[in-house]
Nanobody, 127 residues
Framework: QVQLVESGGGLVQAGGSLRLSCAAS????????MGWFRQAPGKERSFVSS????????DYADSVKGRFTISRDNAKNTVYLQMNNLKPEDTAVYYC????????????????????WGQGTQVTVSS
């Protein structure tokens, strides 16, 4: 069982930066690849980024590639999403989630494959 709590969201102007954190409880955190998803008002939840259990493999949606960086600190049971050069279209509720390793390498961009989810944190980017 893994419990996830996101933090770090807020209101920022376009071009600004935020760093989201996702703190996990449970001794098995290091076994799980992790992902970030987001959901804007009136839209479906969409993939943002993912990272393997060791941190050696990462993936990004095209819309955030070059602006967002995912990382993890297994000693702190935390995964991060550094978001730079934010745009108004990045406004959404951001969720972190945990997935088993097999599903990660098969279909890490599909939200229904993730087993555990945080409650979400709001990111609002003003123009």
């Amino acid at each position: 069982q893994v419990q996830l709590v996101e933090s770090g969201g807020g209101l920022v102007q376009a071009g600004g930066s935020l760093r989201l954190s996702c703190a996990a409880s449970g001794r098995t955190f290091t076994r799980y690849p992790m992902g970030w998803f987001r959901q804007a008002p009136g839209k479906e939840r969409s993939f943002v980024s993912s990272i393997s259990s060791s941190g050696g493999n990462t993936d990004y949606a095209d819309s955030v590639k070059g602006r967002f960086t995912i990382s993890r600190d297994n000693a702190k049971n935390t995964v991060y999403l550094q978001m730079n050069n934010l745009k108004p279209e990045d406004t959404a509720v951001y969720y972190c989630a945990a997935i088993d390793s097999r599903s990660y390498y098969l279909s890490r961009r599909t939200d229904r494959n993730y087993d555990y989810w945080g409650q979400g944190t709001q990111v609002t980017v003003s123009s």
